[in-house]
């Protein structure tokens, strides 16, 4: 069946010069795993189109009870008007673009969290100044769409938060089980703030980043260790 639908790049493995193996989150059909050929004069797949996080609209064909279907064309709908990506934002992309692909393994169609993506993608190439807490805002809106939101049900008599149950209790645990009083005051403080304006030094990004990473850990099958992490760390530092 033949198809058009619009779509987030999250992988590209190539295969020879001109063989790539795609994965898609598309608006309309969720994840899914593409073949395209690239490279002829009159391809509409054009190589550019296929970077992770491009915005595209893709032509392809649905193979029934196949893994992987067939690309015919790919073009960005989307391309960025603001300034050049710095390396802070090109580190919060890369994490960013990590993370999907750890969540959006067999991700069915779920046309509101494309647009989530999708906001979060433009607002990161457009943004100037309010860019540096994208990850962890990013990292909190997911849970809602994956099913995990954490219970801001902070009180003196529930300071400590449990990465296990997503909400705060009365029993101090260890990261990745749980967070200390210091951590847990600050995440529930994050939790209930405008994420994206909020006033943090970076060791307190770090430590809401490694927060939200224990409770993906425990929420999230085969969420390990992120290659992009140590990047995102050093360039926020």
Excluded: W
Excluded at 27 to 42: E, M, W, Y
């Amino acid at each position: 069946m033949r198809i058009s639908d619009k779509a987030i790049v999250l992988q590209n493995i190539k295969h020879g010069d001109k063989k790539h193996i795609l994965k898609l989150f598309t608006k309309q059909h969720g994840t899914l795993i593409v073949a395209a050929r690239s490279g002829s004069a009159n391809s509409k797949v054009k190589p550019g189109a296929l970077l992770p996080l491009n915005l595209v609209e893709i032509e392809l064909t649905l193979r029934q009870n196949k893994e992987v279907h067939a690309l015919s064309g790919i073009s960005c709908y989307y391309v960025s008007a603001g300034s050049p990506g710095s390396i802070s934002k090109l580190s919060i992309a890369q994490f960013m673009n990590e993370v999907l692909i750890k969540c959006l393994r067999e991700q069915p169609a779920n046309g509101h969290l494309y647009e989530f993506v999708e906001t979060c993608i433009k607002f990161l190439h457009e943004s100037e100044s309010d860019f540096m807490n994208l990850h962890l805002y990013f990292l909190h809106e997911l849970t809602k769409y994956l099913g995990f939101e954490p219970q801001n049900n902070f009180s003196p008599q529930r300071p400590f938060f449990d990465c296990r149950e997503g909400r705060f209790s009365e029993i101090s645990l260890s990261i990745p089980l749980g967070l200390h009083k210091e951590e847990s005051l600050l995440f529930f403080e994050f939790i209930g703030s405008n994420k994206l304006k909020a006033a943090l030094s970076n060791t307190q990004r770090q430590m809401i980043l490694e927060a939200y990473l224990a409770y993906y850990k425990l929420h999230v099958p085969g969420f390990n260790d992120l290659k992009s992490l140590e990047v995102l760390r050093e360039v926020l530092r």
